[in-house]
């Protein structure tokens, strides 16, 4: 089974691979196809995968290749992780809306939309591709922002494009074990959107465990969302949220600490990467154990200047386990692939899940996934206050979308506009020409 990764060479390939080697059972992942643009990267990522593979019998093949339409052909599965632009534009998505007072941050508002009118073209292209080149391959989105790049490759796709993300499954792991709970035999109730949705259940045997947890101060202040949240806080929502919402409901707070703070996420990412990729040039330098030391740094320093924000201090080792993106992908091949039916939370088109979106609008809920891919499951109505957040960022996705298939600085321009963290239209429009000049391929919005 043939397993391309669309960003071969980005830093956190490593996870996949490692995922892939664990995996020994029949019907697995035999030959994986790395795909960039960037050789260099693309070099560097190889040589760190071949030393994770040393001494692994039956490890799955590598190649690598910048040629496209080669790294798609005979795919059974496609996963995509593409930056477009890179970490330096990732940067100038957060300077451009931090010198118009407002988030820049990568996937959520005025940068998240940056980000998405930079990719969405790029994702649609890849998708047209996989339709004509590899039409019976399943494509796995981890590509941000998830949900709204999701959305753009499924309109060519359909259900055959399913959009990942660990933030759902760390959190999860993270409330099952404050409870004392095994988290492989909890289900957790989650709803929303890629990077806004809500924990309202914690099953464990049958029993929802959530209350317990809100009902105890001291508990509930004892992980990572508690003391980024605040307990009164969580309390009054009756709901544990994504990290991401802390952007929404701290956005003062976050937006002055991102301003004072000495970099930007993604200049420190770029000046962190940059260093890794210049080390392991070197043919002599080992390649894994920098690779680990730097994926180590990245994520103790994950949100940073948010849980400053909420005066909680560095993460404790219990918080820093992710959710595993890469678990997640490889549990989702496995159930596709050897039709081991398992309940995994996805980004996927709605259907008639929740009703307050049309049935092609991509949400994050729970899902059933067989040989037949994956299928979202009934869930509780959202209350009131998630349904404004939830509406108003479709309704921005949305506009984006359009905007990247009309070329219109108009819609560009409503898109940022709409987004609740962005507060005035005129910052909106300084927005659009701050970004344009930061990324000539945004030329393409000239249209009325």
Sequence with gaps: MKLTILGGGGFRVPLVYGALLADHAEGRVTAVTLYDTDAGRLAAIARVLGEQAANVPDAPAVTATTELDEALSGADFVFSAIRVGGLEGRAADERVALDQGVLGQETVGAGGIAYGLRTVPVAVDLAQRIARLAPNAWVINFTNPAGLVTEAMSRYLGDRVIGICDSPVGLGRRIARVLGADPDRSRIDYV????????????????????????????????????????????????????????????????????????????????????????????????????????????????????????????????????????????????????????????????????????????????????????????????????????????VERAVLDAAESGSRATAVKAFALHPLVDSVTVAGRLLDGYTKAHPGLAYLNRP
């Design 192 to 395: 929303g959107l890629n990077h806004l949705g809500w924990v309202r259940a914690l099953h464990v045997d049958g029993r929802d465990e959530l209350p317990r947890l809100l009902a105890d101060p001291e508990l509930l202040g004892s992980f990572e969302e508690g003391r980024l949240f605040g307990v009164d806080w969580l309390q009054s929502l009756g709901a544990i949220p994504n990290e991401y919402l802390h952007y929404y409901y701290f956005n003062r707070e976050a937006v002055r600490a991102y301003q004072d703070a000495e970099q930007t996420r993604g200049s420190f990412l770029r000046e962190q990467q940059e260093g890794f990729y210049a080390r392991v040039k070197d043919p002599a330098a080992p390649a894994l154990p920098s690779w680990d030391r730097t994926r180590a740094e990245r994520e103790a320093t994950y949100m940073s200047e948010n849980r400053e924000v909420a005066g909680v201090g560095e993460r404790d080792e219990s918080d820093l386990e992710s959710g595993g993106y890469e678990k997640v992908a490889l549990a989702l091949m496995r159930a596709v692939a050897r039709n081991e039916r398992t309940s995994l939370i996805l980004n996927v088109r709605n259907r008639t899940t929740l009703s307050v979106f049309d049935a092609d609008a991509v949400i994050e809920v729970p899902c059933l996934v067989d040989a037949n891919g994956a299928r979202p499951v009934a869930v509780d109505p959202l209350p009131y206050h998630a349904v404004g957040l939830v509406t108003a960022v479709k309704a």
